[in-house]
């Protein structure tokens, strides 16, 4: 269940820790059942004739009781003028379940406001739901691993062979395009998702990262298309030359 208003930003940093107290204190509403409460926190572009309606569902997903534990799964905040955003994901646990809660925070002045709230149940905890393990994972995810492995190994090869290769003109601007890949393709290793990005740049081919135990881990690839032009042109300046390809083995006088 979702609630949200329209918001925007431009400095992003992590939300200040009144920010933090401040959805816990809003959330700690739901369990309550304070309906009111909860629509009178509320920024006033949310309020619609099903506003209350909403507002039932996401509480009855809370349990009575304090939760065993409240962790702070995500959070950031951007500042427009004498504005702040802040968006938090709060994890909650409860002896019986688990449940995801998103809360949206306009700030003005000091003034808190709440643009969007999003309650979820979740299956376990976001750390083990996002856990990097092939248990219960497809083919598509060694094949997505496998590419994206295979596209670094294919970059940092060619990169070696460009920086010990002599080269017409400037060698080592060779040898950084070597290092570009275009159209970014993200794999989630947790929903088995893929996203595509035409327009965009990536080095080294792959990529692979997890920025916290809360988030999924993606592996990202690229169409490597600096070590692909090199090599053709590399190859060009062996047919110009007419010379066998240098030895590219190890020593200390190929620089």
Known sequence: MVLAAGCGGLFRHPAPAEDVDFAKAY???FPA???????MGMDPALKDPQMRAKIAKMAILFPPGPPTSI???GSTSTTTGTDTTSTLTLEYEYPDRWLLANVVIGRHNHASVIKGVQVQPLKESLERLNRVTFAGKTPVHALALAVALLVLLFVLGTFLVAARTPAPGMKWAWAALVLVGVVRFSFNW?????????????L????????SAFEPFVVSTSIPVGAIVYLLQRRDWRRETGTPPPDVSPGPDLL
Do not use: D
């Not at 059942?33 to 909860?38: F, K, N, Q, S, V």
């Not at 929903?191 to 990005?197: D, F, P």
């Open 190 to 202: 947790t929903t088995g998702m893929l996203s595509i990005v035409p327009m965009s740049l990536q």
């Open 71 to 73: 962790r702070v799964a």
């Open 33 to 39: 059942r304070a309906l009111p409460a909860i629509e």
């Open 204 to 211: 080294l081919g792959s990529n692979f990262s997890k920025p």
């Open 27 to 29: 959330l700690a509403l």
